[in-house]
């Protein structure tokens, strides 16, 4: 099993959750996060540091998430290992919760 960044976490982008990471599974895109499921050990560390509660383990993704396993995998696969935090953009908070952002994420 893996954990997920949904699509909360566009445009938020808190990285709180990975210093936390004992395996440095986070991949670090523009303004978005992605978990790679295949270095991802299940420890659930990095779920309740996310400030948005972007990040959820893949058997409790809403059905209206699931895709974003895969997009997960494709996109870790692309991007750069982030380990330290950083910091947020200066809108993050005004991009919580807001729905229907997948357009917005930049690859």
């Known amino acids: 099993m893996t954990f997920v960044v949904i699509e909360n976490c566009i445009k ?3 990285t709180d959750c990975v210093e936390v990471c004992p395996v440095d599974c986070f991949h670090e895109g ?3 996060l992605a978990i790679d499921p295949e270095e991802c050990i299940d420890c659930t560390l990095c ?3 996310c400030p ?3 990040i959820l383990s893949e058997d409790d993704l809403p059905e209206d998430q699931a895709d974003f396993l895969a997009l997960n995998a494709e996109l870790a696969a692309q991007w750069p290992v982030i380990t330290e935090i950083k910091k947020a953009p200066e809108d993050a908070d005004e991009w919580a919760d807001k729905p229907n952002k997948r357009k917005l994420l930049e690859r």
């Open 30 to 32: 523009p303004n978005f």
């Open 52 to 54: 948005v509660e972007a």
């Open 47 to 49: 779920e309740p540091e």
């Open 12 to 14: 938020c982008k808190y």
